[in-house]
């Protein structure tokens, strides 16, 4: 009998079993692949923040981030250099082995190339893989098991409201590696994106709701040059109604803690998992796993991170509603030097409502500011 089982094991999953194992819970993750950190579907670029919440070494990192290069619709660029590193680019199967490695130093075991079938009426998870078919039996299920969560399928869970898909391809191109490129019209449900990805090589790609595929093909056809690699991935857009319940916590992309501003979810999903494990160790240690004791951890991942996940699910609908225009006229601010100041102060890719909230007292910023009321801004910035 485990204290609890960790199903996944990307960063939120490795992380979660890490901090159980810390906080002297017996801890089992299991994984449905045969390595970690294969298959990639992530771009790869995170904040500062994210990459410290991490907990792990230089390994993993290939550039440092200081700035990023927006292109409007017609074709301008507009620049935002902070001066100094804000954000990072790594290698994610690097990142999610050694992140791994952490929690199997701490006492969590790991079990690869494990699937679980089904939730016994006792708890336990029936799971099949190199061991054969056998019952896992578990005080508590932490379900870190990326956006399609078989978890919250067995259990279920009702799942976040959006669901974007992206398409990447690393590309031999050579750019400026502290910049990043934002390409607004790439996808006008979201955007397209080009990363510094190495000497002389580059990440494509973009995320959206529909026609994925040809806005793909006709921005990749920007860049003539041999794709050394492909990548497919599905990216959840919105908390899921509830995250706990079940004996079961939902952390990361499987309770859908993603950052709507940018599709990235590893700060979000560390965070979640920490919150995951203090609340795993109250529960072991009281010995109740009941609905009413599992509540803890949604109140504390919403007190850490909720509004930030709020402002960032209206930003991506007002998204949709925007025209090119009026998205080419928000990229203006990089224009103007009160307001790129206060960018480049209170910017963070993480938490971006303080940004908001400096910027609305900024006059240069008015215009722009009756624009967002206009489409219901003003509703989530109380």
């Not at 550039?63 to 680019?89: M, N, Q, W, Y």
């Not at 790991?110 to 708890?123: A, D, E, H, N």
């Not at 979640?272 to 494990?277: K, Q, T, V």
């Amino acid at each position: 009998m485990y204290d609890v089982v960790v199903v996944g094991a990307g960063p939120s999953g490795s992380t979660a079993a890490r901090e159980c194992a810390k906080r002297g819970l017996t801890t089992l993750c299991i994984e449905e692949h045969g390595t970690i950190g294969h298959p990639v579907q992530c771009a790869g670029l995170l904040s500062l923040a994210a990459w410290q919440e991490c907990g792990v070494s230089q390994k993993s990192v290939l550039h440092e981030i200081r700035g990023a290069r927006f292109v409007t619709s017609a074709g301008d660029v507009h620049t935002l250099d902070a001066g100094v590193p804000k954000a990072c680019v790594v290698d994610r199967g690097i990142l999610d082995r050694e992140i791994a490695a952490s929690a199997l130093a701490a006492g969590a075991d790991l079990r690869l190339k494990t699937y679980v079938q089904r939730i016994s009426p006792s708890g336990g998870l029936i799971t099949t893989g190199v061991h054969g078919r056998e019952e896992v039996q578990t005080r508590l299920i932490i379900a870190a098991d990326g956006v399609r969560s078989g978890i919250a399928r067995l259990q279920g869970f009702p799942r976040s409201p959006v669901l974007l898909t992206g398409l990447q391809a690393e590309i031999r191109w050579e750019m400026d590696p502290g910049y990043v490129e934002v390409h607004p019209h790439a996808s006008p449900d979201f955007f397209g994106w080009v990363i510094p990805a190495g000497k002389n090589r580059a990440r494509v790609g973009l995320c959206g709701t529909k026609e994925v595929q040809n806005r793909f093909d006709r921005f990749l056809c920007r860049y003539p040059t041999p794709c050394t690699h492909h990548v497919t991935g599905a990216i959840p857009l919105g908390v899921m109604p509830r995250t706990y319940g079940k004996r079961t916590l939902y952390v990361g992309d499987a309770a859908g803690l993603v950052k709507p501003t940018s599709g990235g979810g590893v700060y979000t999903g560390v965070r979640s998992a920490r919150h995951a494990a203090d609340v795993a160790a109250i529960c072991c240690e009281r010995d109740r796993f009941d609905d009413g004791a599992l509540s803890l951890y949604e109140q504390r991942w919403k007190k850490d991170f909720g509004r930030e996940l709020r402002l960032g699910f209206r930003l991506f609908q007002l998204r949709g509603s925007l025209t090119p225009e009026e998205v080419d006229r928000l990229l203006s601010v990089l224009d103007d030097p009160s307001l790129l100041d206060s960018i480049k102060t209170y910017g963070d890719m993480d938490r971006p409502r303080r940004l908001f909230l400096q910027l609305a007292k900024k006059p240069a910023f008015y215009p722009l500011l009756r624009l967002l009321v206009q489409k219901g801004l003003h509703q989530i910035l109380r």
